[in-house]
């Protein structure tokens, strides 16, 4: 069996996939402090799942954030654990949005997968998994909450700063001044779509186009970011897994690589 | 991704920059007691002419780039910030401003004039004024009109410096009663050209598989070019570096061992994070070629001893029209043999930053090279995001070896 871990920025992901590259089970913790406790609680959470012991393991590779820190063979970037996840379940796709608890990324493959240009977020957490976290706390809203209420509103106010900090209190000053909850959240997950919708548009917007990442969990969001581009995106069942599976399917290569060097 | 061993990847000369900038900066105290004048100066002001006229330069903004690196710019540029300076200023600029309205007690004495060429930064005029409003010491500002191609400099805007320079060495000779010799000029000019000269057959050698000179030390050789053009210590160095790159060159030894890559760097170094040179080496990535390094050297003509110094201060990179820059980078992909370019977008230098996007992009139609664009300040350590930064290296760079 071949494993992928994705320890990011707020979840740590595990992904189990046999050497035919299918899924057999997946885990999914929050990654807290300490990246080499959440790898391996996601990891014996997902050997357990499909009654996999340790041993089973033939080689696992890891990427995001916390990559350096997990117990791994080696590490990949989450660029090319994306793609590499994307092509394999969509081949058609061309252009993936991933949108993650601290950074959102753009990237362009090509019909084989390769990657051929790749934007990244600024040093800033709005346009991120972050921002959305910040204001549900505010709003006393859980985060799971936020779709339905997104498809409740009728007016989505107008956010205008780009600055999680300073948005906070935009959010603050809308609800005391009146603004229903419903039409804050369609606000802000416009706010973030046209952050993403920006900063992606050098790259541009070659169909299909996937949504991956946390935050491609969030209906709203989705809805929000679909109407900005103008086209109806490809949605993984798992959007939050993709980077994990991307690094699942990096270990079958690295396996065969190290039993042809040996 | 495997690592690279480190080994000492820094040139014998380079190590010796160090000690050579403490003792620019302390020779700078021994001769203003002794009554000698000191000059704060804007880089690309005629240095030449000042060695000549006994007139010693310092550049604020390599003492910005110097506390950066040693890690002492915060206190300057919160000093700054106490005063009312906002933080969107050019971080050089505000570690210049918050020594000055700290009292000027540290590595830079206190100027007895100030003088600036508007070539290359359109701060430098505003700055050097609040510097006079600050200091009260007298201000020279000269103006170097924009160069839009090589024939414009030939036909009209020389002159225009020229008198500028004749006019500097006037006002100088009588406020510090100096007088002006021109056999010393010539020679000042003579010992500027020559360490050009040799720092420019120095990074040609960076052609050579794996490349002798890394990062680290195209970022710290260059100092002697900024303010000791026209002295025999700064022949004496190039001379130096020439030597053990040279040597370097016939042993077939390189930065790294392993070269994978050989990258571009645009822009100016980020100076407190110098790690980051390492870091790209680590992976098997060694820049060969930076349009930074190149600047500081111009080839000056003795039997035109002004009109040469007219000509270096018109042609510096950033005052000349964006083609002639696309035209160097082109060139240098082949003469270095580049796989990819990393640029950095500087907030607080918006002359170096705004184009480019569209060098980036030339640079990609003609050569189909990848190219990574990633942001920080080249001063100030507060605004750098060292994680997402890395981050998207690793990515840039498994990409480049992919290909």
Redesign the interface.
Known sequence: MYVGIDAGASATKAVIINKEGEITSYAIVPSGINFKVSSEEALRKALKTSNLHLKDVACTVSTG?GRALVNAK???????CISRGTHILFPSVRTIIDVGGQ?SKAIRIDENG??L??V?N??CAAGTGRFLEVMSNILGKPIEELSTLHFKSSQPVKISSTCTVFSESEVISHISQGSRIEDVIAGLHEAIADRIYNMSSRIGFEKDVAFTGGVAKNRGFIDALSKKIGLIPTLPKEPQMVCAFGAALAAIKKCKESVSHS | ??LQKERSRVLQTTKKIGELIMEYFSKAWDLKAQGKPVAWITVFTPVEVLHALDIYPIAPEHFGAMCSARGLVLDHLEEAERKGYSQNLCSYSRCCLGYVLGGMSGLMPPPDILITFRNSCDVYVKWWQSLNMHIGTPLFVGEAPYVLTLEDLDNYVLDYVVKQLEQLIKIVEEKFGLRFDVERLVETVKLSDEASELWLETLKLRRFKPCPLGGRDSASDIFPLVVMQGTTEAVKFYEELLLEVKEKVGKGEGVIENEKFRLLFDGIWIWYAFDLIKYFEDRGAVFVYEPYSEAWAHRLDASKPLESIARKILAMGLNVDIDLRIERFLESIKEFQIDGAVLLSNRSCKSWSTPQLVTADALNKKFSI?YLLF?ADMADPR???E???K??I??FL??LG?R
Request: charged letters at 35%.
């Open positions: 954030y080696s590490t990949s970037s989450e660029i090319l950074d390769r990657v240009d790749f990244m600024d040093k | 991704m495997s990848p942001e605004q750098y995001a994680a997402q930064i981050n998207r690793d990515a498994e990409v992919e």
